[in-house]
């Protein structure tokens, strides 16, 4: 019987990009640019402690724990943490404070959105920070994010597959999105978060991250947060990316990498040899 690697497997470009620690990044950027969706944001926080800063980090820890089981995890495991997600997000609606109306917090394009957040957000650390991706590789990574995207709920068919589609998707969405109150305010909080009290020292570092992951945001979205929008930041955000890749590349891997990472990277090295140096 086969082993079960879970969605992805060695060889994917999945566990290749997901590994970085420089990922940190992406994460966070992916949360500014998901909130620039009213619809999505209303929802989150209409119906979680999102808005609550002393329940903020709990919840980003599941969410944590969500992505890496959904990378990582086997196929049972997956549909375990899929199912719950799934349940929650049936059960929940939000209330448009544009038109008064409620919508359903799992409406295909609030998933959509939330879910091209994250592709687009991870795809583009990676390639700025130097991670080693062809273009091919890219457009392999957007493909096998569908089934990430099947999790949640949505139909993979539904689901762009290569960065062109990608791009198109976001070109149709500019016109729909804008920076509401609470996107705004989860702007600010990016600057001063709430953690628990043996984290606190993440507190001071809090700024310096916060800018970079701004400055990592298209410029579009820049603009709709109010915020500078030169190629300048675009410049400066890269070669902090490519500083942070590399600097942790001198690391050992024991300590570069997580568990899950560690483990997904060996599988593939001894997948071939083509895959570890891929990898």
């Known amino acids: 019987m086969s082993e079960d690697y879970g969605l992805f497997g060695p060889?994917?470009?999945?566990?290749?990009?997901?590994?970085?620690?420089?990922?940190?990044?992406g994460?966070?950027?992916a949360l500014i640019l998901q909130a620039l969706h009213?619809?999505?944001?209303?929802?989150?926080?209409?119906?979680?402690?999102l808005m609550d800063p002393r329940a903020a980090w709990a919840r980003l820890g599941r969410t944590v724990e969500f992505v890496r089981v959904r990378t990582y995890g086997t196929l049972d495991e997956v549909e375990r943490v899929g199912r719950r997600v799934r349940n929650l997000h049936s059960r929940l609606t939000g209330l448009n404070l544009d038109t008064g109306e409620v919508f359903p917090v799992d409406a295909p394009e609030n998933l959509l959105w939330v879910h091209m957040g994250e592709v687009d957000s991870?795809?583009?650390?990676?390639?700025?920070?130097?991670?080693?991706?062809?273009?091919?590789d890219a457009d392999a990574f957007v493909d096998e994010q569908r089934r990430a995207g099947e999790v949640v709920g949505?139909?993979?068919?539904?689901?762009?597959?290569?960065?062109?589609?990608?791009?198109?998707?976001?070109a149709g969405m500019r016109q729909r999105i804008y920076a509401c109150r609470e996107a705004k305010e989860g702007l600010r909080r990016l600057y001063t978060p709430a953690v628990?009290?043996?984290?606190?020292?993440?507190k001071l570092a809090a700024p310096g991250v916060a800018t970079l992951v701004i400055a990592t945001l298209p410029r579009w979205a820049r603009r709709m947060y109010g915020l500078p929008a030169t190629p300048l930041e675009d410049i400066w955000a890269?070669?902090?990316?490519?500083?942070?890749?590399?600097?942790t590349r001198v690391v050992?891997?024991?300590?570069?990498?997580?568990?899950?990472?560690?483990?997904?990277r060996e599988l593939s090295r001894e997948a071939g040899p083509g895959l570890a140096a891929a990898s």
């Open 38 to 49: 009213p619809p999505s944001m209303w929802g989150t926080a209409q119906n979680s402690e």
């Open 154 to 170: 949505l139909d993979p068919a539904c689901i762009p597959a290569s960065v062109a589609e990608m791009a198109d998707y976001y």
């Open 11 to 25: 060889g994917s470009v999945t566990w290749r990009v997901m590994a970085e620690p420089v990922q940190i990044v």
């Open 196 to 202: 628990p009290r043996q984290w606190l020292p993440l």
């Open 252 to 264: 050992p891997e024991s300590w570069r990498y997580s568990p899950d990472a560690r483990r997904a």
């Open 238 to 247: 890269t070669a902090w990316l490519k500083a942070l890749y590399r600097g």
């Open 27 to 29: 994460g966070l950027r």
């Open 122 to 136: 991870y795809l583009d650390v990676a390639l700025r920070a130097g991670v080693p991706l062809s273009r091919a």
